[in-house]
């Protein structure tokens, strides 16, 4: 397990271990079903114990680790029960609150999310698969930031957390990451012609093929 890089005494209480491993977690470096020593991950975090079994007993609750009595904790991997099921959560919370994205959408908000998804653009071609994930996580976390709601924009960020341990690893092919480009931009246009309907539309397909 390779170190990350050790955090500085400055940062040591702004930084959580428990944001240190899902990041890791969710960008595929700690592998869905890999079993987390605390002590490879005390070394990996530079941190304590304490905070390591805190982190993991977080995460746990969120169901991104699970704890298995008297052998430890492993990343979870949901069957495909699971992802289906939150995928139908997903899309009933982000086609529900699409008339609001779009009647709130202002031209500054339409010009940032027109920036977000060319950033995704540009990460396809001169980004890492992390560079590229994150871009895709700042592109929905603004647009659905747009619905006004900021509880529903926290629940819908844990929720999408339990589709897949690894997002990144939802783009198999450069063609399935190019579809995701040119569905982001579709539903630029659909907020932008103030056609709810079709961006419902596409935000199902969107995520229903993630």
Request: proline share 3%; glycine share 4%.
């Amino acid at each position: 397990m390779n170190k990350v890089k050790p955090r500085e005494e400055s940062d040591a209480k702004a930084v959580d271990v428990t944001d240190l491993i899902l990041h890791d977690i969710q960008t595929g470096v700690l592998a869905a079903g890999a079993w987390l020593k605390q002590i490879d991950l005390e070394r990996r975090y530079q941190c304590t114990r304490p905070e390591v079994r805190r982190a993991l007993d977080r995460l746990a609750q969120r169901r991104l680790v699970e704890h298995v009595p008297n052998r430890g904790y492993h990343v979870f991997e949901p069957d495909g029960r699971q992802a289906a099921e939150v995928t139908e959560i997903r899309i009933l919370l982000e086609t529900g609150v699409a008339d609001k994205i779009v009647s709130n959408a202002s031209a500054a908000d339409v010009e940032s999310l027109r920036d977000l998804a060319s950033r995704f653009d540009r990460m396809i071609l001169e980004g890492t698969p992390i560079e590229l994930y994150e871009a895709n996580l700042a592109f929905h976390h603004r647009l659905l930031a747009l619905c006004g709601n900021q509880e529903l924009v926290n629940l819908v960020t844990e929720i999408r957390q339990r589709t897949s341990s690894a997002p990144v690893a939802q783009w198999k092919t450069r063609a399935r990451i190019e579809q995701s480009s040119r569905e982001h931009h579709e539903m630029i246009d659909a907020i932008t012609g103030g056609k709810t309907e079709t961006y419902k539309d596409v935000i199902s397909r969107h995520i229903r093929q993630g």
